[in-house]
């Protein structure tokens, strides 16, 4: 769920979202990405929405435990080509990748 929190305090809108269910929060500026579990998602939005937050987006995503840093130039080109070929099947709609690239790599 993300939701800009505009000029409102970080803090009471960590809380809100917390008592909105959150399982975690993550606080880029003022834009706010709460996550909670795949069945708690539209309590969670109805909840926040009802503490006088807008939602900007509200969907489920798979997102890693762990990420695995790709330090091999030759590894990094085969994995872009790879999501590049993944991006243009027409079939596909999502794609997940739990890997960091350095710019450098690229």
């Given at each position: 769920?993300?939701?800009?929190i505009?000029?409102?305090n ?7 979202a ?20 795949p069945a ?23 997102v ?43």
């Amino acid at each position: 769920l993300m939701t800009d929190i505009g000029g409102r305090n970080p803090e009471d809108a960590e809380l809100a979202a917390i008592d909105a269910g959150a399982n975690d929060i993550d606080l880029d500026g003022t834009l706010m990405t709460v996550y909670t579990s795949p069945a708690e998602l539209m309590k969670v939005r109805a909840n926040f929405v009802n503490a006088g937050y807008k939602v900007e987006s509200a969907n489920l995503s798979y997102v890693p435990k762990t990420n695995i840093k790709i330090a091999d130039k030759d590894t990094a080109a085969k994995i872009l080509k790879l999501m590049d070929a993944l991006e243009e099947d027409e079939d596909i709609g999502e794609i997940y990748g739990n890997f960091d690239i350095d710019e450098s790599l690229i």
